[in-house]
């Protein structure tokens, strides 16, 4: 049965059995397990959330970024960070904005900085 259901089944199951045991480690160490399972998550999903020296043109940047880490509970704002700026040589705009993530412990965590002729 979970062989016809395909790919998304196996990723949804996947999905939640890490989930499963995320929890598991907070809640058997009521002291300290949440400190204990952030510092591991961070060392597993940091160097791929940490800024590279070149800049990465995506045009589907917040796309990405959200399907990677936006989920129940969890949320990305972006705000601009200083004012939009008019390139004169090429009569375009550019803007400047972070991005700020909400949940799992976090509140308005800065996670990385853009620019682009649109918000």
């Known amino acids: 049965e ?4 395909g790919e998304n089944a196996w990723t949804k199951i996947l ?4 989930e499963a045991y995320v929890a598991a480690l907070v809640l058997s160490s009521p002291a300290d397990g949440f400190e204990t ?19 990465v043109v995506n045009p589907d940047a917040k796309g990405a970024l959200a399907r990677k880490l936006v989920s129940k509970g969890v949320k990305l704002d972006y705000e ?8 004169k040589s090429t009569s375009t ?18 996670l990385g900085s853009g620019t682009g002729q649109n918000k």
């Open 37 to 55: 399972v952030e510092a591991w998550l961070t060392q597993l999903w940091a160097p791929l959330l940490v800024a590279q020296e070149k800049p």
């Open 80 to 87: 601009q960070e200083r004012k939009m700026e008019m390139d």
């Open 15 to 18: 999905a939640d059995v890490f």
């Open 93 to 110: 705009q550019k803007y400047f904005l972070g991005v700020y993530l909400t949940g799992w412990g976090h509140v308005k965590q800065h």
């Open 2 to 5: 979970i062989e016809s259901a």
